[in-house]
């Protein structure tokens, strides 16, 4: 089993930054990769991004692209999502997710909820306008 806490979000205006962060624990290893979410009141879970643990290779949505940077923190099993030039529409419930990724997997084609096995529990990230 593996276990991710988030922390960061908040209330930030727009334009404003914010940085999320997700530590794993529990069987997380090198092997894994892992995806953020999110999820605005009455849409369905969107993927923002995800990074392969073992390279650091990342994938961003286009909608977050040149806006949000996805990196981790080996020594703290810790994943990063920072987002500058953030937007009213950008609020949502963000969440991360984990899942092995064997090394011949290509890790831009685990783009959906489904592909995902263990979550945090969600942190609110809220843009004023």
């Known amino acids: 089993q593996v276990q991710l806490e988030e922390s960061g979000g908040g209330l930030v205006q727009a334009g404003g930054s914010l940085r999320l962060s997700c530590a794993a624990s529990?069987?997380?290893?090198?092997?894994?990769?892992m995806g953020w979410f999110r999820q605005a009141p009455g849409k369905a879970r969107e993927f923002v991004g995800n990074?392969?643990?073992?390279?650091?290779?990342?994938v961003s949505a286009t909608s977050v692209k040149g806006r949000f940077t996805i990196s981790r923190d080996n020594a703290k099993n810790t994943v990063y999502l920072q987002m500058n030039s953030l937007k009213p529409e950008d609020t949502a419930v963000y969440s991360c997710?984990?899942?092995?990724?064997?090394?011949?997997?290509?890790?831009?084609?685990?783009?959906?909820?489904?592909?995902?096995?263990?979550w945090g529990q969600g942190t609110q990230v809220t843009v004023s306008s």
């Open positions: 529990g069987r997380f290893s090198s092997n894994y990769a």
């Open positions: 997710a984990a899942r092995l990724l064997p090394a011949n997997f290509v890790l831009s084609y685990f783009t959906s909820p489904s592909h995902y096995a263990y």
């Open positions: 990074i392969r643990w073992s390279s650091g290779d990342t």
